[in-house]
């Protein structure tokens, strides 16, 4: 049995608030952004090339497990961040819209590669070209198909957004206007 204590770390820079011996207060948006910020569970809806890149992202060799993405979701309803990973043909955009309005608020929308985000080198009568014309997207990853760091930092920005969004950001008029841009009630 070894004698060593166990090491604290007092370097940490903490979040703002008060704090004292034996408590620490701060405003209920910071604990509630910092609560969603290491805790995305993304639905890959992955369709092609892409898909296969983003399942590169969860191998341990990138471990997207340490940005809170422990847990891959298949239902829509307990999943907070769509990953759409590839060519979304227009037979499919109803579908995929279907998907995004079963998600529960507050969602997050990442178009992986270059289908998702503007159709790609497909641009034909069948190919949506870019998942923004049916619902909208919070962050774009470029690349045909993108690098698993190039998701990681996808992953890294919707966390920042996460973070950082106001709990009353989802009921104010602006949301409810451009859910309405994209005919998806609420």
């Avoid at 890959?44 to 890149?53: N, Q, R, W, Y």
């Avoid at 829509?76 to 279907?98: F, H, N, W, Y």
């Avoid at 590669?113 to 990853?141: E, H, R």
Wanted: hydrophobic share 40%.
């Amino acid at each position: 049995m070894s004698d060593k204590k166990p090491v604290i770390r007092t370097d940490a820079p903490a979040p703002e608030g008060f704090e004292g011996e034996g408590f620490f207060a701060t405003k209920l948006s910071s604990v509630i952004g910092m609560a969603r910020k290491y805790s995305l569970w993304p639905l890959p809806f992955a369709t092609s090339c892409c898909g296969i890149e983003f399942m590169a992202t969860l191998n341990p060799t990138y471990d997207a497990s340490r940005f809170g993405m422990e847990r891959n979701s298949f239902s829509p309803r307990q999943a907070d961040m769509l990953m759409v990973c590839g060519t979304i043909s227009k037979k499919l955009g109803p579908v995929l819209k279907e998907v995004y309005t079963q998600m529960a608020e507050p969602k997050w929308v990442v178009a992986v590669g270059a289908c998702a985000s503007s159709g790609g080198i497909f641009d034909t009568y069948s190919v949506l070209q870019g998942i923004d014309k049916i619902i909208p997207v919070d962050v774009y990853v470029p690349g045909c198909p993108p690098r698993p760091e190039q998701i990681i930092e996808g992953v890294m920005q919707v966390q920042a957004l996460a973070e950082s969004e106001s709990i009353r950001r989802r009921d104010m008029p602006e949301y409810q206007h451009l859910l309405d841009s994209y005919n998806i009630d609420n």
